[in-house]
């Protein structure tokens, strides 16, 4: 199946601001993937020491 062909049949170009949609298509999934690990970083709670322990950023 030629996605190529496909695409323009549908939509009528292959390209936006004159960079191949491939380009496009990269750069969205890059995207999603750093969204996606923001998220989980960002939601994970920091742990917490025990009472009598420091850590090594602490001395």
């Known amino acids: 199946m030629n996605w190529n062909a496909l695409w323009i049949a549908w ?3 292959n390209e ?3 960079i191949n949609l ?3 298509a990269g ?3 890059v995207l999603v993937i750093v969204a996606v690990m923001n998220i989980i970083v960002w939601s994970v709670k920091p ?3 025990a009472k ?3 850590s090594e950023r602490a001395k």
Do not use: D, V
């Open 11 to 13: 939509f009528g170009r």
């Open 16 to 18: 936006w601001c004159g």
């Open 22 to 24: 491939g380009f496009w």
């Open 27 to 29: 750069m969205l999934a």
């Open 47 to 49: 742990r917490t020491l």
């Open 52 to 54: 009598g322990n420091r």
